[in-house]
């Protein structure tokens, strides 16, 4: 955690609870109400200050999950968000991953495994962390998120209600389509098909028709994924 002191008085603290509560080694653990609750008695003790005294300015929402097939091709296949993209990025913190950019918000895809292996860790399964990072305070406006106290009171409902929604609105290729499916689809494999329509009414009828074409030809793979995301989710309340 990164706390900087004003002149005016103003302090502002940035970072991952998530690390801050394994000692800032590492967040591919489950990271749940009660971890919180620890990290934040911790932060309350070091710094004096009380939980309605820290503004929220912006918040990442996220969950790790063990997805039924390996990570990377459930990344890599992760074509479009609401028309956006997703492009390949690089941050000394989180490695590689895949950023669909919103005005608002960002969605943010990664090997959490990979990365952590990269640095040592013996993990032994496979991590794929989905994750919102909130921009705009207004998206939680209607939980009334304000202070951090207000965040640790509503956070079960902000990711149980945001993140299946947000995933449902992922464009995913399933990289488990036979062998007939997959050519009928070829052009949809390309994200660079997506970028070229993405603004066109004719986005709609491309996107419909690729979900109708990977119904039964697949192992719904997106659907199984959303399973183990609310699975998890219910065991992290």
Aim: charge should be positive; glycine fraction near 4%; proline fraction near 3%.
């Amino acid at each position: 955690m990164k706390l900087e002191l004003f002149p005016n008085g103003y302090i502002e603290l940035a970072g991952s609870l998530h690390k801050y509560h394994n000692d800032g080694k590492h967040n591919f653990n489950q990271f749940g109400r009660k971890e919180a609750e620890i990290a934040l008695k911790m932060l309350i003790k070091v710094t004096g200050l009380q939980l309605p005294y820290y503004k929220v300015e912006s918040v990442e929402v996220g969950v790790n999950l063990m997805p039924p097939i390996p990570s990377d091709d459930i990344i890599n296949n992760a074509l479009m968000y609401k028309r956006r993209p997703f492009e390949a990025k690089y941050c000394s913190d989180e490695g590689n991953y895949r950023q669909a950019t919103l005005s608002e918000y960002w969605v943010k895809l990664y090997n959490k495994r990979l990365h952590y292996e990269i640095q040592g860790y013996d993990i032994g399964h496979e991590i794929l962390r989905f994750e919102l990072k909130i921009n705009k305070m207004r998206m939680l406006a209607k939980y009334r998120v304000f202070t951090l106290e207000d965040l640790l009171i509503n956070i079960e409902d902000i990711a149980k209600d945001m993140l299946p929604k947000a995933w449902e609105e992922v464009m995913l290729y399933d990289p488990t389509m036979n062998k007939q499916t997959k050519e009928k689809t070829l052009q949809y494999a390309n994200v660079n098909f997506w970028r070229g329509i993405a603004k066109e009414r004719s986005y709609n009828y491309h996107h419909r028709k690729l979900y109708r074409l990977m119904e039964g030809n697949t192992c719904a793979i997106q659907a199984q994924v959303k399973d183990v995301m609310l699975e998890t989710l219910d065991c992290l309340v």
